[in-house]
């Protein structure tokens, strides 16, 4: 579904990725872990443009999106992305925050768009915080509240940039859950995390990158109990 | 005449003309702002948009308004443009006061602009929406809450500039009390009831613009008791 090939990124002299190749199949949940700094984020937001390539070539179903002349606003209508810090849009509703994007990109009316938004809400629990402003949520009924934004554009790929990471450690729970309903029910995901325990329950892969390599990629099993690389033992013992 | 009286017989004589001029006062001034907006916004794009070029007219523009003194750039509008096309005195004098203001909303506008997190651009770009819509839909509404306060201040500034177009022959409020002050020898009593016609206007804007902060401040608050409210009922 995603082949990257040759991804290399700079920032001015700065070259955060070094030669990327990976691979992320339909329906696979590819997990990235790697200390601080080592270009997990880069590397997500490179998959959607939010950041340009510097060489490389990333195909999602066989589009180049490191062509120029790919509308990069139509691709990313198929990819979901969650941020860290969740980013609604404080002045707007939570049904607003939902519905906008469904509305003004896929052109539905607000009728449909408001009858999908409940079904989500619904799922997640959350139905009461339709009126509500973001500002009135805990962290964990926001970023619940985020993906369900992303969710209403029924992307075929969602990418998730530590989603736990800014939460309260008893909020952790409720958003990892929402993710492994995702991942059970067949969603293609990219997870960048340090929730250990999630990559190994729900992980299809693990990719461990460091210093803006790709060091060691393997089923979650293998690569936490038998890690082939000196730095991901290194890491591993760390995190563990 | 005692003070008091000249102040009285000043009112009784030009209060009704000082009053029509006020209307002419707050209409040049609306149009000014209006001008001036829709400039500063243009300007404001331009100067966060990634384009170098755009940015740096920007500059220039903002770099040239700002160095002239006000009252040059309406003199040089009302001969300079008036030259070439025709343009009514309140017109040339609305459009010289709008350029003016231009340059100052245009930096209000820029810095609330680059004050909402980068975080709104990036979720929304990312659901795909495209970069105007995002600046109308989410960035825009943000910036303008916050960008309130200080442009109340560049419209009340705006106001009493207004003044200046009093030199090419725009019948509003100064400008009575210019032509009044020269009829009557009470230049001091005229400037001061003129004052507070100023005065008032201002206090009039004012509370309509505290009125609308506060009412965007609430309006969060509002929906959220009315929320409380239909649940606990
Ligand atoms: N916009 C940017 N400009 C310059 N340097 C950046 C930018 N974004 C990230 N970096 C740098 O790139 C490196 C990798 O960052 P990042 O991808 O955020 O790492 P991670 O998510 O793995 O912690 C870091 O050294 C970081 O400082
Ligand atoms: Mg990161």
Known sequence: MIKVTNLKKSFGDLEVLKDINVQINKNE???????????KSTLLRCLNKLEETT???????NIDLTNKKVNINKVREDIGMIFQQFNLFPHKTVLENIIIAPMKIRKKSRKDAENAAYILLDKLGLVDKATAYPDSLSGGQKQRIAIARALAMEPKVMLFDEPTSALDPEMVGEVLNVMKQLAHG???MVVVTHEMGFAREVGDRVIFMD???VIEEADPKQLFSNPQHERTKAFLSKVL | MNFIESIVSIIQKHGTAFLEATTITVSITAISLIIATVIGLVFA???VSNIWILAKLADIYIFIVRGLPLIVL???LYYGISSVIVLSDFIAGAVALGIHSGAYLAEI????IQSVDRGQNEAARSLGMTAPLTMSTIILPQAFKRAIPALGNQFIIGLKDSSLVAYIAVTELFSHALTASAENYMPFETYLVVGFYYLGLVLIFTLLLNYVEKRLNTENLYMKKLKKKTHSL
């Open chain 1, 55 to 61: 060489s490389g070539t990333i195909l999602l179903n």
């Open chain 1, 29 to 39: 949940v590819v997990v990235v872990i790697g200390p601080s700094g080592s270009g």
């Open chain 2, 45 to 47: 794009f331009f100067k």
């Open chain 1, 186 to 188: 067949g969603m293609t």
């Open chain 2, 74 to 76: 309406i003199m040089f």
């Open chain 1, 211 to 213: 210093e803006g390599y």
């Open chain 2, 109 to 112: 506008f820029r810095g609330a």
